[in-house]
């Protein structure tokens, strides 16, 4: 009984054992060649502690051109690319306040978009439902961290030209945005985004050159007020 | 790698696991106020949105503004079109990549013109 529950998450956990092998590797790959001094072990930890794609892409340019950022920015980009983790948990509050804290705090930090899909679809309503939920969370874990390490490891040995292989990260966002819009309610949020971003960035670019980098703030500020001006608008068709 | 990096990448990781522990910690008692479910549905959406511009104005080996905003822009239209058709991450992100580093390292007009 016990292992048929270990097998029945490993078999509902392949389709992230394929995304989560390649899009590790395509991380430690992008790791590696734009930090060359990043070692595979380290790109290990990383992705062991965070296990999350779109943080750890964003992070190595930020990373790269660390001067750049402060402390501060980096924990305010960090805040903005997962705020959407905030509610993930909200479906699972009371079952894992029946749980022991070690494992509820392992659940709630191991909670990707990926393991949340799949512990949504949970097979089994009561017993076993522990042991399936942290197979999911753990299976999913372990194999996003072999795939960082198996592309830092590669990324170390490529030795051809990777001019422009930066734009896998800007790949990665447009993914995520194509698949968000399918649903309906997503648009209008998605499309506020493009159009307010582009417009920041026009002005910072004609005005103040140079400090491109900071237009993240008055963006997502710009951002959340129009989403908030527009909530009924948006709201009516969630 | 210097001090400055490992902390930022500590930074983000203690921010990411705060923000998954943060429901259990807050909303163990109390329920969440209607904006905030609003902004956790949609604010993702727009954070993206954003990211893709951002990320796109800061990809390497482009030269200033006008420079590289057609292979920019074609690359990026390729991996949409991917991804809308075939729903396949790794494949929309590989082949997009490709196209754009083909094309900044100038291998299109190589191939074309020898």
Redesign the interface.
């Known amino acids: 009984m016990q292992q048929s529950i270990v097998r029945r998450a490993f078999i509902a956990s392949l389709p992230v054992l394929m995304g989560y092998l390649s899009m590790g590797a395509a991380w430690g790959i992008l790791l590696t060649t734009q930090i060359p001094q990043a070692e595979p072990f380290f790109a290990g930890i990383v992705s062991a502690t965070t296990i999350s794609s779109s943080m750890q892409f964003a992070a190595v340019e930020m990373v790269k051109n660390a001067a750049n950022y402060s402390l501060g920015m980096i924990a305010v980009f960090a805040l903005l690319i997962n705020v959407r983790y905030c509610a993930y948990g909200l479906p699972f509050i009371e079952e894992f306040k029946r749980y022991p804290w070690y494992l509820r705090w392992y659940l709630a930090c191991a909670l990707t978009d990926e393991t949340y899909a799949l512990q949504l679809q949970c097979p089994y309503p009561d017993a076993g439902r522990k042991k399936y939920l942290f197979c999911i969370a753990f299976f999913d874990q372990c194999y996003w961290i072999t795939g960082s390490v198996i592309g830092a490891t590669a990324g170390k040995h490529i030795h051809f030209d990777t001019t422009g292989i930066d734009f896998s990260m800007a790949a990665l966002f447009i993914v995520i945005l194509v698949d968000q819009c399918r649903d309906k309610a997503n648009r209008i949020p998605a499309l506020l985004g493009l159009v307010i971003t582009a417009a920041v960035w026009g002005t910072f670019y004609l005005l103040l050159p140079g400090h491109v980098n900071k237009m993240l703030f008055p963006a997502m500020a710009l951002i959340i007020f129009s989403l908030i001006a527009m909530r009924n608008k948006i709201e009516a068709r969630l | 790698?210097?001090r400055?990096?490992i902390?930022?990448?500590v930074?983000?990781?203690v921010?990411?696991?705060a923000?998954?522990?943060?429901?259990?910690v807050i909303?163990?008692k109390r329920k969440?106020s209607p904006?905030f479910?609003?902004?956790?549905?949609?604010?993702?959406?727009?954070?993206?949105?954003?990211?893709?511009?951002?990320?796109?104005?800061?990809?390497?080996?482009v030269g200033a503004?006008p420079v590289g905003v057609i292979e920019?822009l074609s690359?990026?239209a390729v991996?949409?079109i991917l991804?809308?058709f075939w729903?396949n991450?790794?494949l929309?992100?590989?082949v997009?990549?490709a196209v754009?580093?083909l094309?900044?390292?100038g291998v299109w007009g190589k191939l074309l013109f020898f």
Do not use: C, D, E, N
């Open positions: 790698m210097s400055h990096q902390l930022a990448f930074v983000m990781t921010v990411v696991l923000l998954r522990s943060l429901p259990f909303f163990s969440p904006l479910l609003y902004l956790g549905r949609t604010v993702s959406a727009a954070a993206i949105s954003m990211l893709v511009v951002y990320s796109i104005s800061t990809v390497s080996g503004f920019l690359a990026s991996v949409v991804q809308y729903k991450p790794l929309s992100i590989v997009g990549t754009y580093m094309s900044v390292q």
